[in-house]
């Protein structure tokens, strides 16, 4: 793909970088990776890089093994959430359902709890939003699944948000995510794969320098691994129109592109393209990054 752009059909989506599948060989990701495709991920040779390049190529490689460990240890977060979810399945059976605030919602719960506060394990329903799992303090707290229109997250809740290890996976679109969160967001190490590529790395906001309203949740360092291309460094984002190209048609986008000095390698592994990127776009290029 041309320059590691991700493209999704109808919705402005940011897709980061990429997995190691060798990496996942002793033991399979589960659920929701298991229902997306698996990408192949190559050593990369460094030989022959400039060494602004190998610099930032070694440092996105050694984020890309922490977002391959870290969504490892989301596995076991995810699977504790299921769990509990259960579990407060089970308890919401035969229990008093009480209504409470949470997040500036009415809510109805059905669970344990104590002076007619949620605390234990149950489910509470928030509108379209429904919480199984721990609560405490009448807010989901620990080991939690939550399940919305667009998405279902499993893992950790802190202070009534994803705040941890967990995975969520949109419901209407091959996107999907196992690593690290804070407050809600994708936020530390992590992995993200969808339909075209796998993307392990560091993830966090990217902010549109033309309108710093406009954050993006998305990886910020990494790889970007596709069927027969994979890309390695420091990722931006390309805010633009309906583009044509061999694996990139149709609607307005969103896409993690490299950003800073970065390189593209072939499918095994050999460095191919190297340089300054600026928000896909290689030192010298005219064409949009595609």
Not at 147 to 168: A, H, Q, V, Y
Not at 172 to 178: K, N, P, T
Not at 232 to 258: D, H
Request: charged content about 20%; hydrophobic content about 40%; glycine content about 14%.
């Amino acid at each position: 793909m041309g320059s590691g752009m991700i493209c999704v059909n109808t919705l402005a989506l940011v897709v980061f970088a990429s997995v190691s599948t060798s990496a996942f060989a002793a033991e399979p990701i589960a659920l929701p990776f298991s229902k997306l495709p698996a990408f192949p991920a190559p050593a990369l040779q460094l030989n022959g890089l400039a060494p602004a390049v190998a610099a930032n190529v070694k440092s996105a490689l050694s984020d890309a093994a922490k977002g391959n460990d870290a969504a490892h240890r989301a596995e076991a977060a995810m699977r504790a959430a299921e769990e509990a979810a259960a579990k407060g399945r089970a308890a919401a059976r035969t229990a008093e359902a009480l209504t409470l605030m949470f997040d500036g919602a009415s809510c109805r719960y059905r669970g344990e709890s104590k002076l007619r506060h949620a605390e234990g394990v149950g489910v509470m329903a928030c509108g379209a939003v429904s919480y199984a799992g721990g609560f405490r303090n009448d807010q989901p707290e620990g080991p939690v699944v939550m399940e919305t229109p667009e998405k279902i997250f499993s893992g950790e809740f802190r202070m009534g948000k994803p705040n941890g290890l967990g995975t969520d996976t949109a419901r209407h679109q091959a996107d999907a995510y196992q690593g690290e969160y804070r407050d809600g967001a994708r936020m530390g190490f992590g992995v993200e794969r969808d339909k075209d590529g796998a993307y392990p790395g560091r993830f966090g906001f990217y902010a549109d320098p033309g309108d710093k309203t406009h954050r993006i949740d998305m990886a910020l360092s990494g790889r970007q691994d596709f069927a027969t291309a994979h890309w390695a460094g420091r990722f931006g984002a390309y805010l633009g129109p309906r583009i044509a190209c061999t694996v990139i048609k149709g609607a307005f986008l969103e896409g993690s592109v490299l950003d800073g000095h970065g390189a593209k390698f072939d499918g095994t592994g050999k460095p191919v393209e190297q340089g300054l990127y600026a928000t896909g776009l290689l030192k010298g290029a005219t064409a949009p990054p595609c």
